[in-house]
């Protein structure tokens, strides 16, 4: 499986951005992660191909992650944007059970799409 990320940009405090995540074959589990200078990946929210979706508590309210299965593709809506929230947004995919917010349990990432608030 394949994964493109889209999206990412500069945006000011307050505003609003929208990763895609673009698959190219199944994956049950999809979720988005992040790293920022300095820190360890975080999971950031997660979704399975049936809908049901987790979140960080630091975002919660704030992002949402949705998928369109015709097109394959996984988004993430972020408002409110904080500068906290300024990192290297990853999409990941995996098919077997585990912690969605644990990275060693994906086996297929992105590249990567840089996110910067200020």
């Known amino acids: 499986v394949q994964l493109v990320e889209s999206g990412g940009g500069s945006v000011q405090a307050g505003g609003s951005l929208r990763l895609s995540c673009q698959l190219s074959?199944?994956?049950?589990?999809v979720a988005w992660f992040r790293q920022a200078p300095g820190r360890e990946r975080e999971g950031v929210a997660s979704?399975?191909?049936?809908?049901?979706?987790l979140y960080t508590d630091s975002v919660m309210g704030r992002f949402v992650i949705s998928l369109d299965n015709a097109k394959n593709t996984v988004y993430l809506q972020m408002n409110s944007l904080k500068p906290v929230d300024t990192a290297m947004y990853y999409c990941?995919?995996?098919?077997?059970?585990?912690?969605?917010?644990?990275?060693?349990?994906?086996?297929?990432w992105g590249q990567g799409t840089q996110v910067t608030v200020s």
């Open positions: 990941a995919a995996r098919s077997t059970f585990g912690l969605w917010y644990r990275d060693s349990e994906y086996n297929y």
């Open positions: 074959g199944y994956a049950y589990f």
């Open positions: 979704v399975t191909w049936n809908g049901d979706t």
